[in-house]
């Protein structure tokens, strides 16, 4: 990450580095209760561990939590998964575990 100006931030994506994409960063909602947030668990050892702690303190804040997991840490998740999770969920927080 390198900050080009103070409101400017450019986040360089490690999966293709060839094509520079811009994203309008996605306001943070005030509260997570009533939405659906997923849990992307990228399959690394004891991420599950992480995600079994998420999902406790997420459930008590009111939110409804679903849970999904990448086949493997060593590649992007599958498109198919992409669009289940974009689809079914407001807000999602992927998982690493090192």
Known sequence: MSSKSKNTTVLLDPTNERRVATMERVGRPESLRGLTVGLLDISKARGDVFIDRL???L??????VRR???PTFTK?????????IATQCQVVIEALAD
């Open 59 to 64: 459930s008590a804040l009111g939110a409804d």
């Open 55 to 57: 999902e406790e303190r």
């Open 68 to 70: 999904y997991k990448k």
């Open 76 to 84: 992007p998740a599958p498109v198919d998964l992409r669009h289940e």
